[in-house]
């Protein structure tokens, strides 16, 4: 956080719930069978994690602290019985360091390593598979040998090198670049950008990105999967690893890991445009149903009726009983400390989704400076609705940082995307937010607007702007390693 507290941060959470791992027949590792790693836990009351803020392991979204890797930590710090301590201004690397010389644990996405010196690892937990991605209007890659000439980049420390050099093997003309603290949103930012034509990165990791770079296309998978475990100090005992092991084993057992891996993994295009036909097909049969509701809503909160109908489109296409994958739920898509908020008691009743939504969404409004006015005003609002107030500010301070004016929504929505790469989202208060879809979702919802508008002084059939509107499309750092001599 600013002035510090950001680095400093420590996310200090009491852990609920259970989860476990994957493949029971991983051998115990070697080591001292001592168990002072587990009883310096167990003595203090809380297991402190080193990890990183990204979308993959933890960050702050919608509803809270959020990340595949963060609900594994809270569940295993719950079987312990104790608080869960998050230390997540790291890299890879200085994941691996933290837990060598501090001990507990790294969990980070991290490549299982056996022969990493001072550590012991878990039993695997995902298997994650290396895929090349590149910038679109280039040559479609279908093989390694098509990319002897292209400039490549990869983040190091990730266990993609080590793929690299063993395919260097069959492959010597392959070359690319690496860079030890790199996301993948830096990664496919330098691709949009020019700077590197190609890269190789895990497919879940593109699959939660590729939505915020449109012009980076999927390539195809190289080598073999490398595994993701937790990572532990070798001089403290095995005991805190067993334990970590055992869960692990139940978590599999339950069927948890497979559930927990699908909502993280399984939903990729939740935010993808829709088709302006779609648009229309659905304004001619779903709309009529809450035209009245959304009216009345307006009315109270004195905004334009087809505002909150193009926001309850973007939120959940007009069905009332829409559940995201993280809880989310209603016509409006209200979390459950909304809807408290705004007094909505069933967040599945039409009438009261749409009022609440409306009504959170003017107290969203009133809470940005008065500085910012007009449209720039409404669109920071409907921003913060997606995303939240305090990553709205935090873009509003990056925009300052670049020179830009926090006030205009244009500076700011080029700021809203630089919450995804840690360079930016490091010196924030609110850390690594998902800030690509706050852009789209204000773009999305101007796009519903304008044709509402359209629908709404044309009065002509449907079937017309059908006819008028078109389908649009869904919506130096670096170290060269050298192909061989």
């Known amino acids: 956080m600013k002035d510090g507290f950001r680095h400093a941060r420590r996310l200090r959470i009491l852990a609920a719930s259970g989860l476990g791992l994957l493949w029971a027949l991983w051998p115990t590792p070697p080591g001292p069978s001592s168990s002072a790693a587990l009883e310096r836990v167990l003595a203090r009351d809380f297991i402190t994690v080193h990890t990183r803020n990204t979308p993959f392991t933890y960050y702050e979204g919608r509803q809270g602290p959020t990340g595949f890797e963060y609900e594994l930590m809270r569940r295993f710090a719950d079987r312990l019985g104790v608080s869960l ?31 990493a010196e ?33 400039n490549i980049g990869i983040a190091k420390g990730t266990g993609i090198s080590r793929v690299m050099h063993e395919l260097q093997r069959e492959h010597p003309r392959l070359s690319w670049k690496e860079a030890e603290d790199l996301e993948i949103a830096s990664l496919l ?83 993808e445009y829709v088709g302006a036909r779609v648009f229309i097909n659905h304004v001619n049969k779903r709309l009529p149903r809450f035209d009245a509701l959304f009216r009345e809503a307006a009315r109270a909160q004195h905004f334009d009726w087809k505002l909150l109908a193009a926001v309850g ?130 773009q999305n919802i101007r796009r519903y607007l304008e044709i509402l508008d359209y629908v709404d002084r044309s009065q002509q059939q449907f079937h017309q702007l059908n006819a008028r509107l078109p389908d649009q499309a869904d919506a130096e750092i670096f170290e060269l390693v050298p192909p061989m001599p």
């Open 189 to 271: 930012r330098r691709i949009e950008d020019g700077e590197l034509d190609a890269a190789v990165v895990y497919a879940h990791q593109f699959r939660l990105n590729r939505l915020f770079f449109p012009e980076v296309e999927d390539g195809f998978d190289i080598g073999e999967p490398v595994t993701m475990a937790w990572a532990f100090s070798g001089k403290d005992g095995l005991a805190l690893i067993e334990r970590a092991n055992t869960f692990f084993d139940e978590l599999r057992a339950e069927g948890e890991l497979d559930r927990l891996t699908a909502r993280y993994f399984g939903h990729d295009d939740y935010l």
């Open 313 to 442: 489109y973007q939120e959940s296409h007009w069905d009332p009983e829409a559940t995201s994958p993280t809880g989310v739920r209603g016509l409006m898509m209200l979390t459950n400390a909304t809807a408290e908020e705004v007094g909505v008691s069933n967040r599945l009743d039409p009438a009261q989704s749409i009022e609440g939504g409306a009504r959170y969404l003017r107290s969203v409004e009133q809470r940005l400076p008065e500085s910012i006015t007009g449209e720039d005003r409404l669109y920071m609002a409907l921003a913060a609705y997606n995303v939240g107030l305090g990553h709205l500010y935090d873009a509003r301070d990056i925009a300052r940082m670049r020179g830009g004016n926090p006030d205009l929504w244009r500076d700011v929505r080029e700021a809203l995307p630089l919450l995804q790469e840690s360079q930016w989202h490091s010196k924030t208060r609110h850390g690594y937010a998902r800030g690509g879809e706050p852009v789209i979702y204000v």
């Open 118 to 150: 001072g550590l012991v690892f878990s039993r695997p937990i995902l298997s994650m598979q290396p895929m090349v991605v590149y910038r679109r209007g280039l040559q479609p890659p279908k093989a390694l040998d098509d990319l002897k000439d292209w």
């Open 85 to 115: 301590n998050l230390s997540d201004d790291h890299h890879v690397q200085s994941v691996l360091d933290a837990v060598r010389h501090q001990g507990d644990l790294g969990a980070a996405a991290l490549p299982l390593d056996p022969l």
